[in-house]
């Protein structure tokens, strides 16, 4: 069952109460009105507005704040064992930043890495990732566990990979070993940061496109209401309003994805 957090109900309940003051107070007008055989349309309009308001903005607000669902639960080692090579995994760490950056573009997430290699009975599975502050190989494990709480979301490409795309994921993530991490967030840099480093694997090995690359600009007008202080400090005062990036939370509502699993994973 959907549960809405605290925010979203005490914005419901003010806009629930002034538009149903304003409702009442137009038909109570428009009622006196009647029985005193003098034009009325006044109150019946806005009585009518109000109702039509107080209908569009539970509609707008429902759409545009997060809801959050239970989470699921599930150990590490069955998530690990339903992984292929190819899946894109979503997390969430605790380092101020990158708390900064889910803040930024609305998204729990701010954190993904790419399944490179299945889990076998040896092994467990292995997730490229650009991090800092080199780009690497990680076992799934120890990706999971550095995420806040524990949640994780599994997302698979809608169009299935043959077995030559899933051996050109695995080269297309060899090749981005080593590389330092780009703490400016630029998509033309020759660094590599997060979602920049799963995109490119992705579109190498299937011709795929993950997420909508755009510049600060663009990113920051989706959340008008953000402080934007942080991000000033992290550029020295300048915030480059026309670089293009691409952050985890437009690869996580990237259409060409479908959830596999999101949830709470533990030991």
Same mark, same amino acid.
């Given at each position: 069952m959907?549960?809405?957090n605290?925010?979203?109900?005490?914005?419901i309940?003010?806009t +629930?109460?002034?538009?149903?003051?304003?409702? !009442?107070?137009?038909?109570t007008?428009?009622?006196?009105r009647?029985n005193?055989k003098?034009?009325?349309?006044?109150?019946?309009?806005k009585?009518?507005?109000?109702a039509?308001a107080?209908?569009?903005?539970?509609?707008? %607000?429902?759409?545009?704040?997060?809801v959050?669902t239970? /989470?699921t639960?599930?150990?590490?080692?069955q998530?690990?064992?339903? #992984?292929e %090579?190819?899946? %894109?995994?979503?997390?969430r760490?605790?380092?101020?930043p990158?708390k900064?950056?889910?803040?930024a573009? #609305?998204?729990?997430?701010? !954190? &993904?890495g790419?399944?490179?290699?299945p889990q076998?009975?040896?092994h467990?599975?292995q997730?490229?990732?650009?991090?800092? *502050? #080199?780009?690497?190989?990680?076992?799934f494990s120890h990706f999971?566990?550095?995420?806040?709480g524990? =949640?994780v979301? %599994?997302s698979? $490409?809608?169009?299935a990979?043959?077995?030559?795309?899933?051996?050109?994921?695995?080269s297309?993530?060899q090749? =981005?070993l080593g +590389?330092f991490y780009?703490?400016? @967030?630029?998509?033309?840099?020759k660094?590599?940061?997060?979602?920049?480093?799963?995109r490119?694997?992705?579109k190498?090995?299937?011709d795929?496109?993950?997420?909508?690359?755009?510049? @600060?600009?663009s990113l920051l007008s !989706?959340?008008?209401?953000?402080? $934007?202080s942080?991000w000033? $400090?992290?550029?020295?005062?300048? +915030? *480059?309003?026309?670089?293009i990036?691409?952050?985890p939370?437009? $690869?996580?509502?990237? /259409?060409?994805? =479908?959830?596999? @699993?999101?949830?709470? &994973? !533990?030991?």
């Open positions: 959907l549960t809405i605290r925010t979203i109900k005490r914005t309940n003010r +629930i109460t002034r538009t149903s003051d304003a409702a !009442h107070s137009g038909l007008r428009f009622s006196q009647r005193a003098t034009p009325y349309g006044g109150g019946l309009i009585a009518c507005s109000a039509t107080l209908c569009i903005t539970i509609a707008s %607000v429902a759409q545009e704040l997060p959050q239970p /989470p639960s599930i150990s590490r080692a998530l690990a064992s339903q #992984l %090579v190819g899946d %894109v995994v979503f997390i760490v605790s380092a101020l990158f900064k950056v889910a803040s573009t #609305l998204s729990w997430t701010n !954190h &993904v790419v399944v490179i290699a076998t009975a040896e467990d599975a997730i490229g990732e650009s991090t800092f *502050p #080199l780009s690497k190989t990680t076992s999971v566990a550095r995420s806040e524990g =949640r979301e %599994v698979r $490409l809608k169009t990979l043959n077995d030559t795309q899933k051996l050109a994921i695995q297309a993530a090749k =981005r +590389i780009d703490t400016g @967030f630029n998509l033309h840099s660094r590599q940061f997060c979602s920049r480093y799963v490119e694997v992705i190498d090995a299937s795929i496109n993950l997420g909508e690359p755009e510049n @600060f600009t !989706h959340n008008p209401e953000l402080d $934007l942080f000033r $400090l992290w550029y020295f005062g300048n +915030i *480059p309003w026309q670089r990036t691409v952050s939370a437009s $690869l996580l509502r990237s /259409p060409a994805l =479908r959830s596999q @699993f999101d949830g709470v &994973v !533990h030991s």
